[in-house]
Each structure stands twice: as structure tokens, then as C-alpha cells.
């Protein structure tokens, strides 16, 4: 059963560094395609690292392994992604006319997935 | 300045750069030593981790000059394609500029000039909304210099700068013994504002963690602190940060000498936006009751503060500028790049050292993906594989000179490694320049409904 949580975009270390070496390695898509859990959540969810989730919005969508997030760096209810293709799928193209659409808070909801997504 | 005029050879073959600049964030560090072996850079000295990856990540790569619908093309005939591309569209847009040149971007926003169109750089995705929210009730500024020799209480609010800006602590913020702090970190007090307990956390003494999109509701009760106003403790079930904490903050930001706040896209990219950028800016403004407070958002690409700066004196407006009717018009959400391409405005589209293939909303990249592009970037970026002229530049601030404006607004002059066989931006843009003005003048002008743009 899905659930809402809240998925905060971002960027990363790793992002930076795998950019440079090029948007196409597989260094840079497996950081952008890593969804970081809070780990009460993940014990809840009964969730182990590397499990497919789904996460979707009224936007779009995408199916991503999960890992449990660091320590307390989120709080249960809140999720992480690097910024990337896959943050950028649950963006909408409206803006409230400021021209910057909403891309970090976004309201979501989330399910584990199967392998065929 | 070319690549070997900064450069020392201690043995054959093997050359030293120093002084250099790090184009790859808006911190734009410009005490590099380079190592240059051929068309390598082998050590980057002084760099960090992203400096390092930047660095060694930018060698010449065997591509053709330029890709026209996919095929392999020289220069000129790509300059020509894009020439006319530009001229046959009603609603061209301009965009990018974020990693280029000063030199380059008064060249592309001219061009826009000429054809009447849309120009719009990254900070509209960025710090747009502050620049929204600069105009609504200024900017208390200050340079990262009176930073580090000032700044005896600093709080950074909705950014991670060990991750996204590893260098600021250590040279600008919070680490380097200054001139009215020389006991560097022990003479400053530092504050984490943010929603996730990130690495940056760690570097600070105190971290708040606010409620995600309550970053608005934090500001003012901080500013309702800063005017002596009583506030109710359920402010803690707003903000999730107790009134004792807050009233704790208050009173070490009343006793610093020079304060300020750091303010990352945790706030712009949030509901609110230029909301929250107003209440932060606000908050520095209203703390000048007090003593002295300064407020800085920390700016991402190596050179997003000078198209700032080029679009602004050259336009009179930071960015999403509309130069259609003759004049500039500014107005964010109908002449920014996210807005034209997701509502399918736009019917061509010049993109320069830019990615919006990988980082706009679905609708606009749908968009984008439908209509003729010239797209000029070092690498072949998603936006390049889908684009009509996807022409091969040289990397500016490695291969390329010029200036460009650190994230504090104070240009900086690049001193580049080596030389690339690829023409820069601004070779590029002043030849497509020159094509667009010789057919202007000799009313040589293609027609749009024949063109299919």
C-alpha cells in the first residue's frame, strides 16, 4: 500500500564528482537513481537496502532501489535523491510564475516495487 | 590569454600552472596549482573533491566541430544552420550561460538582441526567486572577503555546503583566521538551518532542523525575535524548533559583530521561493537594528553570478527578459525558460553550456525534445543528443580565458591549462552573430512558414 511522504532532491558529493566523469556512467546513474529511506522507515516498511520502491506523484514517476539514509540525517516521513532524470520526472511544469517549478518538498507517495517496476 | 601564457615547463612535457580557476561551483577558487601533461590535467593542487573531478575530468575528446540532425559537420556550416534556425523562429529562446564566459554571455544575450527573443540563464531554476525577492526588499550584501576577516556569527540556511560547496568553510566562512577574527573557528559561531541533518551539520555548533516548508514561518518568528515581539512557544509545532532555541539564536546573532546568512536553494526550490528568500533577506535587513548583518545566497554553477550580472546591465533585469517588442520586458513565469517550454511557447531554442534535458520538468523537456536547438557544450549532454546543431566547445576556465563572477559578485580572470582544437563559446556565438547580422542587413531573411520552425 503506498504511502505519503515527502521527497527532498538534492545534491551530493558523489553527484558532483560522477557529473565530470560524464552523465552517462554508471557511476552517475546509480547516484541519481538511489532513493534514501529514513530508517525507521525502512524497518517499518520492512524494507532492506537495495529494494525497489516506487515513488509517484500527480506528475510522473519512478522505480528505484532504496538504501537506508545515514544516522539521523532524515527524519521518518522524508525521503532523499540526488537531483537527476529521475527527481525531475515528479516536476511539473507549473511554476506559480516565478519560473522556478516546485523541486525540492515535493508531496509523494511511495510503494515497494517489483523488479519489472 | 592563451594556455601557455600563465604556464611554467619545470621539465619537458610537463607543465605548471598556477593561480589557475576552478570554474566548476560558485565559490570560482582561484588559487589552483595545475599539473598539465599534454592535454591532461594529473594533479590539481589546492582543488577539492568536485575541483579534482572537474579538473581531470576535462581532456579533449575526440569529437566532430559539430553534429547537425545527428551528422558530423565543420564549424562553419553549423554557424550557418544555427544562423538560421535562430532567424526563422517568432519565439526564440536564449538559455543557459551558467558555465561560460562573461565575454561569452554579452555575445549571447546580443544575439537574442537581434533576433527579438527570450533570454534566460540557469538562476531562473536557482536563485531566481531571490532575484525576485532582491527586488522586493533588497539586498544587505557584503563580499566573501568581509566574510572571512568579519564574519563572527554565520548561519547557513537550506544548503549543504560540505557537499555542494566543499572549499567555503575552509576559505571563506567559517575556518580562515581573519582580520577582526584571528582565531578563525573559535572566534565564530556557526548555524546549520536545514531540513535534513547533513554533513554540513557537523561543521556547526548549533543545527536546527526545521519542518520541510516552514522555512517562511522560521524567518518571521526569527524577525518577530529581532523586534522585541512575544511569541507563543506553539511556534515549536510550526517549526518544529523550540521558542527556547530560537530565543537562544536571537540573542548570539544581537551580540555578533558582523553576521551572516548563507542561503541555499533549500529555500528557492521549496514552496514559497521568493517567499522564503524575502523573509531570509528580510531578517539579515531588520537584524541592521542591531549590528551589522548581511545576507548572501550561495550560488551553484562557476559563472551563473555573471550572467546575472552581463543580463542585468545589459537589460536592466537578472534574468527571463523578453527583448521581442524592443525593449526589455522582465516578468518571471511568463518569460522564463521552464514556463515557455512546458507551455510550448517557444519555437527554437539557443542553449549554451546548459543540461535542461536533465534537469527541467517533464513537460518541458517534452517540449524542448520537439523543437530545432543549437546547443553548444564541451560534452555531448543529453540536451546535445537531442539537438538540431549540437556544436563541440572548448572548456572555459581549462582551455578557454575570460572572466567570471564568483558567487560574492566579484569577477575573477581565468588562467587556462592547455589549449583545445575546439573554438569557444565566444568564437561560436560571434560567428553566429556575424551570419545572423550580415542576413539582417542584407534583408536575406528566411520565411518562418517555409522554414517549418
Known amino acids: 500500500m503506498a504511502e505519503p511522504f515527502i521527497l527532498i532532491p538534492g545534491r551530493t558529493s558523489q553527484q558532483g564528482t560522477t557529473l565530470n566523469e560524464g552523465k552517462h556512467t554508471e557511476a552517475y546513474r546509480v547516484e541519481i537513481s538511489t532513493l534514501q529511506v529514513a530508517p525507521e522507515d525502512m524497518q517499518r516498511l520492512e524494507l532492506a537496502d537495495g529494494d525497489l520502491v516506487r515513488v509517484y506523484n500527480e506528475v510522473g514517476e519512478f522505480t528505484v532501489p532504496c538504501i537506508t539514509a545515514r544516522g539521523d540525517e532524515l527524519p521518518p516521513g522524508m525521503l532523499f535523491i540526488s537531483y537527476g532524470d529521475n527527481s525531475s520526472r515528479l516536476m511539473g511544469g507549473d511554476t506559480q510564475g516565478c519560473g522556478m517549478p516546485d523541486s525540492k518538498g515535493l508531496d509523494v507517495f511511495l510503494e515497494t516495487a517489483t523488479a519489472s517496476g | 590569454m592563451s594556455a601557455t601564457d600563465a604556464a611554467t615547463e619545470p621539465s619537458p612535457g610537463l607543465r605548471v600552472v598556477r593561480d589557475a580557476t ?41 569529437r566532430p566541430e559539430a553534429l547537425i540532425d545527428g551528422q558530423p559537420a565543420g564549424y562553419d556550416q553549423a554557424m550557418d544552420r544555427a544562423a538560421e534556425i535562430l532567424l526563422s523562429a517568432r519565439f526564440p529562446l536564449t538559455y543557459g550561460l551558467s558555465d561560460t564566459t562573461t565575454e561569452a554571455q554579452r555575445v549571447a544575450l546580443a544575439i537574442t538582441d537581434w533576433i527579438g527573443g527570450i533570454v534566460d540563464t540557469t538562476t531562473s531554476v536557482c536563485h531566481g526567486p531571490s532575484g525576485i525577492a532582491f527586488q522586493s526588499v533588497g539586498e544587505v550584501t557584503c563580499s566573501l572577503g568581509e566574510v572571512k576577516n568579519r564574519a563572527d556569527y554565520v548561519i547557513f540556511w537550506g544548503g549543504n555546503p ?16 581573519g582580520e577582526f577574527v584571528p582565531n578563525g573557528r573559535k572566534d565564530r559561531t556557526a548555524v546549520l538551518i536545514d531540513v535534513r541533518k547533513t554533513k554540513s551539520a557537523k561543521a556547526v555548533d548549533h543545527f536546527l532542523r526545521v519542518k520541510p516548508r516552514r522555512d517562511f514561518e522560521l524567518a518571521w518568528a526569527l524577525r518577530a525575535l529581532a523586534r522585541g515581539v512575544e511569541l507563543d512557544p506553539s511556534i515549536e509545532e510550526t517549526t518544529g524548533i523550540p521558542l527556547e532555541t530560537l530565543e537562544e539564536i536571537m540573542d548570539g546573532m544581537k551580540k555578533a559583530k558582523f553576521g551572516v546568512i548563507l542561503f541555499g536553494m533549500g529555500l528557492t526550490m521549496t514552496r514559497g521561493k521568493h517567499f522564503n528568500s524575502e523573509a531570509v533577506l528580510a531578517l539579515a535587513r531588520d537584524m541592521n537594528e542591531h549590528t551589522r548583518w548581511s545576507a548572501k545566497p550561495m550560488r551553484g554553477h562557476g559563472n551563473v553570478t555573471g550572467a546575472d550580472n552581463v543580463v542585468s546591465w545589459s537589460t536592466g533585469y537578472p534574468f527571463g527578459v523578453h527583448l521581442g517588442s524592443g525593449f526589455p520586458r522582465f516578468n518571471p513565469g511568463e518569460f522564463t525558460a521552464s514556463d515557455v517550454l512546458a507551455r510550448g511557447e517557444a519555437d527554437a531554442a539557443l ?17 524542448l525534445e520537439g523543437i530545432p536547438s543549437v546547443v553548444l ?11 538540431s546543431v549540437a556544436i563541440t566547445t572548448s572548456t572555459y576556465g581549462i582551455n578557454t580565458g575570460g572572466t567570471v563572477y564568483r558567487m560574492d559578485d566579484v569577477p575573477i580572470p581565468l588562467r587556462p591549462a592547455f589549449d583545445s582544437p575546439y573554438k569557444s563559446d565566444l568564437e561560436i556565438l560571434r560567428g553566429i552573430e556575424s551570419r545572423i547580422r550580415q542576413r539582417q542587413l542584407s534583408g536575406s531573411l528566411p520565411d518562418p512558414a517555409a522554414s517549418g520552425v
Open chain 2, 162 to 177: 560540505a557537499e555542494s560547496h566543499p572549499r567555503h568553510f575552509t576559505k571563506y566562512s567559517l575556518m580562515p583566521k
Open chain 2, 351 to 367: 542553449i549554451i553550456a546548459s543540461d535542461p534535458m536533465s534537469n527541467f520538468s517533464q513537460p518541458a523537456r517534452d517540449h
Open chain 2, 377 to 387: 557544450d564541451p560534452k555531448l549532454s543529453d540536451t546535445a543528443r537531442i539537438a
Open chain 2, 22 to 62: 576552478c570554474t566548476f561551483c560558485g565559490c570560482v577558487c582561484d588559487d589552483m596549482e595545475l599539473t598539465v601533461e599534454g592535454n591532461h590535467i594529473t594533479k590539481a593542487k589546492n582543488a577539492c573533491v568536485l575541483g579534482k573531478a572537474w579538473f581531470f575530468n576535462h581532456h579533449i575528446e575526440d
